[in-house]
């Protein structure tokens, strides 16, 4: 066997100690082609270490150990941010969606994420976008291509959640002239920057970052799990929705003769309670959130020139028009709100100014959570001496009181705060102990553990619909399409 370089060496420990979002910077920058995704898309390299020069570059880019928030936004906004900025530095937000009908009612929320890459291909800003597909040889498996044509842009429609690299494809344009598009979760953006700053004639070739919002990925465990539990067989689904329908959607498989199946609880019938997309990702999470993204803080693609998201607005449970589908949509930077600006100009997609001041309340709880959630899990592993990843501030340091706060102010959280995230950690004591939470993940999937999960969701989505009501009832709804009369 051939001998780990120091460099192999300190991936694997980084790996080891679940510090890997599975972005696959590493691959992607790699000048030798040791690294691949493997695994669960894990980095291998496994018989190709002695093309290793030890050159670092792999563990430099490594977003999962290092990514400086205060450091990045100096460098990209000019600034860093500040007690409001709860959702990153930005210039402009909106709501809207792509005009194309087809692509808009295909797609997860408005359709941008298919329609910015689609224009800018058309348009000659772009050769390629990065994009993520359902892989040919797994149903349930995403696989990141470089899309060249609108028929592969149209197959990326929809989110995938389980772990994804993109990154690894850096490697697959380096010979190419591009420029290309990018979309990915926080955790890929945060890669595209590092690429960029250590490899500038890589970081050229990408025209325009376009993030996603993101609470968690799933592990792909989780697929497998469920498809053993209704006794699935992979090689009759042609391929898994985790986001079908429009807003808030329903996971679903379609089988190879053309039938849905949704998921969970595959025999009842479609007037029985099932959990939406929403519900069931919730509850997936706290049995399969991988142990990198509950150190994650990063719920809004805050270095991305553009952040889509779900309009999770208040009010969205009970606006039958937003499941039409809508984006809200952050334009962070010059170049962002440009290509923003030019695709509205050119009648491919429809934008609404949506309040700087209200972007803040968007999908707050999520941030919230995210961030709480983060600073709870590496305070605890610092304690043990475990490595943690570095953003560039203290990790107390980031929330305050209820309120995310500046990234770079210093003030330790209350007692209340604290007792919060440990609550709110708490709950995904199953994700950690695999031994007791398949288990009960099992039980929660089978006939009888459905009435537990209709109990815990099904009075809150009547509750919250009927609260959404009569706010909107009340007038205090305000910030939707003016043209589609919301
Ligand atoms: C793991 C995950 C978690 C998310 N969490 C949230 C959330 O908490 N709140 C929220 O508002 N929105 C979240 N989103 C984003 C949301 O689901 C939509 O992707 C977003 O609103 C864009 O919708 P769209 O209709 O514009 O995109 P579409 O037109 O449907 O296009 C989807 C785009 O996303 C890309 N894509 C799909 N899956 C992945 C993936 N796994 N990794 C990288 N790129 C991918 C596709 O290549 C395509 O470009 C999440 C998405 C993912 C993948
Ligand atoms: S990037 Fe450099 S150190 Fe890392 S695997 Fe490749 S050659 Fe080795
Ligand atoms: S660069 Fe990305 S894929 Fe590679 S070890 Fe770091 S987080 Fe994992
Ligand atoms: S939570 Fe963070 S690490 Fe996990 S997929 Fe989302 S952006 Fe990446």
């Given at each position: 066997?051939?001998?780990?370089?120091?460099?192999?060496?300190?991936?694997?420990?980084?790996?080891?100690?679940?510090?890997?979002?599975?972005?696959?910077?590493?691959?992607?920058?790699?000048?030798?082609?040791?690294?691949?995704?493997?695994?669960?898309?894990?980095?291998?390299?496994?018989?190709?270490?002695?093309?290793?020069?030890?050159?670092?570059?792999?563990?430099?880019?490594?977003?999962?150990?290092?990514?400086?928030?205060?450091?990045?936004?100096?460098?990209?906004?000019?600034?860093?941010?500040?007690?409001?900025?709860?959702?990153?530095?930005?210039?402009?937000?909106?709501?809207g969606y792509a005009t194309d009908t087809a692509l808009r009612?295909?797609a997860?929320?408005g359709g941008l994420g298919t329609q910015i890459p689609l224009w800018m291909i058309g348009s000659?800003k772009?050769?390629?976008?990065?994009?993520?597909?359902?892989?040919?040889?797994?149903?349930?498996?995403?696989?990141?291509?470089?899309?060249?044509?609108s028929?592969?842009l149209?197959?990326?429609?929809?989110?995938?959640?389980?772990?994804?690299?993109?990154?690894?494809?850096?490697?697959?344009?380096?010979?190419?002239?591009?420029?290309?598009v990018?979309?990915?979760?926080?955790?890929?953006?945060?890669?595209?920057?590092?690429?960029?700053?250590?490899?500038?004639?890589?970081?050229?070739?990408?025209?325009?970052?376009?993030?996603?919002?993101?609470?968690?990925?799933?592990?792909?465990?989780?697929?497998?799990?469920?498809?053993?539990?209704?006794?699935?067989?992979?090689?009759?689904?042609?391929?898994?929705?985790?986001?079908?329908?429009?807003?808030?959607?329903?996971?679903?498989?379609?089988?190879?003769?053309?039938?849905?199946?949704?998921?969970?609880?595959?025999?009842?019938?479609?007037?029985?309670?099932?959990?939406?997309?929403?519900?069931?990702?919730?509850?997936?999470?706290?049995?399969?959130?991988?142990?990198?993204?509950?150190?994650?803080?990063?719920?809004?693609?805050?270095?991305?020139?553009?952040?889509?998201?779900?309009?999770?607005?208040?009010?969205?449970?009970?606006?039958?028009?937003?499941?039409?589908?809508?984006s809200?949509i952050?334009?962070?930077?010059?170049?962002?709100?440009?290509a923003l600006e030019e695709a509205q100009a050119a009648g491919v997609i429809a934008l609404?100014?949506?309040?700087?001041?209200?972007?803040?309340?968007?999908?707050?709880?999520?941030?919230?959570?995210?961030?709480?959630?983060?600073?709870?899990?590496?305070?605890?592993?610092?304690?043990?001496?475990?490595?943690?990843?570095?953003?560039?501030?203290?990790?107390?340091?980031?929330?305050?009181?209820?309120?995310?706060?500046?990234?770079?102010?210093?003030?330790?959280?209350?007692?209340?705060?604290?007792?919060?995230?440990?609550?709110?950690?708490?709950?995904?004591?199953?994700?950690?102990?695999?031994?007791?939470?398949?288990?009960?993940?099992?039980?929660?999937?089978?006939?009888?553990?459905?009435?537990?999960?209709?109990?815990?969701?099904?009075?809150?989505?009547?509750?919250?619909?009927?609260?959404?009501?009569?706010?909107?009832?009340?007038?205090?709804?305000?910030?939707?399409?003016?043209?589609?009369?919301?």
């Amino acid at each position: 066997m051939q001998p780990m370089t120091n460099s192999l060496g300190r991936l694997r420990d980084i790996i080891a100690h679940k510090l890997c979002h599975r972005c696959g910077s590493c691959a992607g920058i790699c000048p030798t082609g040791v690294i691949r995704p493997g695994r669960d898309y894990y980095p291998e390299w496994e018989g190709r270490e002695k093309s290793c020069t030890d050159c670092d570059l792999c563990v430099r880019v490594c977003p999962g150990i290092e990514f400086s928030f205060p450091g990045n936004a100096q460098r990209i906004f000019g600034r860093t941010p500040t007690a409001a900025d709860t959702h990153g530095l930005f210039l402009k937000a909106y709501i809207g969606y792509a005009t194309d009908t087809a692509l808009r009612e295909g797609a997860t929320s408005g359709g941008l994420g298919t329609q910015i890459p689609l224009w800018m291909i058309g348009s000659g800003k772009a050769r390629g976008a990065f994009a993520v597909v359902v892989d040919e040889a797994c149903p349930w498996r995403p696989k990141a291509i470089i899309a060249r044509t609108s028929e592969q842009l149209f197959a990326a429609r929809l989110s995938k959640y389980p772990a994804c690299p993109v990154n690894h494809l850096f490697a697959d344009i380096k010979n190419e002239t591009g420029p290309f598009v990018f979309t990915g979760l926080p955790c890929h953006i945060h890669s595209v920057r590092k690429i960029a700053s250590l490899n500038r004639a890589l970081g050229d070739k990408i025209a325009l970052t376009v993030g996603l919002f993101c609470h968690s990925c799933l592990e792909h465990q989780a697929i497998r799990d469920i498809f053993e539990i209704y006794g699935i067989d992979e090689k009759t689904i042609d391929r898994v929705e985790y986001r079908g329908g429009k807003l808030p959607g329903y996971i679903r498989a379609l089988t190879k003769r053309g039938e849905w199946v949704y998921l969970p609880y595959p025999h009842l019938g479609p007037d029985k309670y099932r959990p939406n997309a929403k519900e069931c990702l919730t509850f997936f999470f706290k049995f399969y959130s991988p142990p990198r993204c509950r150190l994650c803080i990063d719920a809004s693609a805050e270095y991305a020139d553009i952040t889509i998201g779900d309009p999770w607005y208040k009010g969205w449970e009970a606006d039958e028009k937003l499941r039409q589908g809508y984006s809200l949509i952050i334009a962070r930077t010059e170049r962002g709100l440009r290509a923003l600006e030019e695709a509205q100009a050119a009648g491919v997609i429809a934008l609404e100014p949506f309040p700087a001041d209200r972007i803040s309340l968007s999908q707050v709880a999520m941030v919230r959570h995210k961030k709480m959630r983060a600073e709870h899990n590496i305070t605890r592993r610092m304690r043990k001496g475990l490595p943690v990843p570095s953003y560039g501030f203290y990790p107390g340091a980031s929330i305050s009181d209820n309120k995310v706060v500046a990234h770079a102010s210093v003030c330790a959280p209350s007692l209340a705060v604290r007792l919060r995230a440990a609550l709110h950690c708490a709950t995904y004591f199953a994700a950690d102990r695999p031994r007791l939470g398949t288990p009960l993940f099992r039980f929660l999937l089978s006939r009888p553990g459905r009435y537990v999960v209709g109990a815990l969701f099904f009075p809150r989505r009547v509750l919250q619909a009927l609260w959404e009501k009569l706010k909107h009832r009340a007038g205090r709804q305000r910030y939707f399409m003016k043209n589609s009369g919301v």
